[in-house]
């Protein structure tokens, strides 16, 4: 079975930082283009960055308001993929969600909140 | 950036009723590969987004045939033939086309009258 399974969120100041990560399995994590989509309370779904494969480069792709702040990295070697979240501001509070690349696939989400 | 608007942005309907969404871009969505890139996601209450339909109107694996997609260039439209009511939920078209970014449309939300 294919399943995408994300962990790392949590509660965070302004300014501070946190580093998602997303459990690949049941496909081949390392053929894979993957994606970031997140959902702020009671909003709609925004396109955070995608990662490419490793053989068509690695290389990112960011929206934005968080360019600049977040950085998508892989671990071909785990399955997981990762993103790093700095400079985080309120606005950023929201379930992040990693998608396949098609977005076929989603994992169940995890909560960041950003807040003093 | 490619602008997605969907209207209604509430839908009420009846059970067994049909139902209809519409998707419009604000740019054609035909890449240059010849495919249109625009699909529909599900999110009912308290799930994750589910995937319904790609290249326009393609359905993914498990979707009930009463849903269908259909459209070109900019204007695209979801329908359910007759609703149910596990199809409450919140209905998103999305483009893949120009990227980045994907853009999402608002959101239509679908409950039962």
């Known amino acids: 079975e294919v399943q995408l399974v994300e962990s790392g969120g949590g509660l965070v100041k302004p300014g501070g930082s946190l580093r998602l990560s997303c459990a690949a399995s049941?496909?081949?994590?390392?053929?894979?283009?993957m994606n970031w989509v997140r959902q702020a309370p009671g909003k709609g779904l925004e396109w955070v960055g995608r990662i490419k494969r490793k053989t068509d480069g690695g290389t990112t792709d960011y929206a934005a308001p968080v360019k600049g702040r977040f950085t998508i990295s892989r671990d071909d070697s785990k399955n997981t993929l990762y993103l790093q979240m700095n400079s985080l501001k309120t606005e950023d509070t929201a379930v992040y969600y990693c998608t396949t690349y098609v977005m076929d696939v989603w994992g169940q989400g995890t909560t960041v909140t950003v807040s003093s | 950036d490619v602008v997605m608007t969907q209207s209604p942005l509430s839908l009420p309907v009846t059970l067994g009723q049909p139902a209809s969404i519409s998707c419009r871009s604000s740019q054609s969505l035909v890449y240059s590969d010849g495919n249109t890139y625009l699909n529909w996601f599900q999110q009912r209450p308290g799930q994750s987004p589910r995937r319904l339909i790609y290249k326009v109107s393609n359905r993914d694996s498990g979707v009930p045939d009463r849903f269908s997609g259909s459209g070109s260039g900019t204007d695209f439209t979801l329908k359910i033939s007759k609703v149910e009511a596990e199809d409450v939920g919140i209905y998103y078209c999305?483009?893949?086309?120009?990227?980045?970014?994907?853009?999402f449309g608002p959101g239509t939300k679908v409950d039962i009258k």
């Open positions: 049941g496909f081949t994590f390392s053929n894979a283009w």
């Open positions: 999305m483009q893949g086309t120009h990227w980045p970014p994907f853009t």
